[in-house]
């Protein structure tokens, strides 16, 4: 089955405490991306991978680290979480076109509480 | 404010009528993406419409693009309770900003049976 997957869906972790959350597709997707969504702001942009080893910052990406060492994986760092980082997060892949990207397949959110 | 924007905030309807929401973005693009999310769940895709075309269908999802106005409409027809869910648009502006794409804070439609 198609799918992209998060883990964990939910992590509960204290200020300054590094975590990762992982994200992998088998889509075989060159791009990926990953969001967080805050009540009344919708979803803001992170980071995101147009292919391996190529990744540009969003327009939240203060905070977090990201990397992309293979196609199917994204994982999306917290180097030192801090409360303002409690967030519902989405991993994101798609096709790419000629200066576009394509329809988005979302994974299932991971809902992180930072104490 | 932000590049897509829905409009209304919130849309209350009863089943059988059909439900419009509108999207407003503020710089060109390539296109721009429909997306529907239950309760605190991943977001599903709708419908993609590309720049050039102004009008896509899909079952009872009609998605209108009128870009010299710089704005995006989603219909749904015969709405049914199943529809009740949050719709956001997102736009992909392509060139130098070729793969951000930036969403609508979206719209909560609730279908009463």
């Known amino acids: 089955e198609a799918q992209v997957t998060q883990n964990p869906r939910y992590l509960i972790t204290v200020t300054g405490k590094k975590l990762t959350v992982t994200c992998s597709q088998n889509m075989n997707h060159e791009y990926m991306s990953w969001y967080r969504q805050d009540p009344g702001l919708g979803l803001r942009q992170i980071y995101y991978s147009m292919n391996v080893e190529v990744t540009d910052k969003g327009d939240v990406p203060e905070g977090y680290k990201v990397s992309r060492k293979e196609k199917r994986n994204f994982p999306l760092i917290l180097e030192s979480p801090s409360p303002n980082q409690t967030s519902l997060y989405f991993c994101?892949?798609?096709?790419?076109?000629?200066?576009?990207?394509?329809?988005?397949?979302f994974g299932p959110g991971t809902r992180l509480t930072v104490l | 404010s932000q590049q897509g924007e829905e409009d209304p905030q919130a849309l209350s309807i009863q089943e059988g009528e059909n439900a419009t929401m509108n999207c407003s973005y503020k710089t060109s693009i390539n296109n721009l993406q429909w997306y529907r999310q239950n309760s605190g769940r991943g977001l599903v895709h709708l419908i993609l419409i590309r720049s050039n075309e102004r009008e896509k269908h899909s079952g009872r999802l009609r998605v209108t693009l009128d870009t010299s106005k710089k704005s995006s409409s989603l219909l749904i027809t015969a709405s049914r309770a199943a529809d009740t869910a949050s719709y956001f648009c997102a736009t992909d502006a392509g060139g130098t900003s070729y793969g951000k794409l930036t969403f609508g804070q979206g719209t909560i439609l609730t279908v009463h049976p």
């Open positions: 994101a892949s798609s096709l790419i076109g000629t200066g576009y990207t394509d329809t988005q397949y």
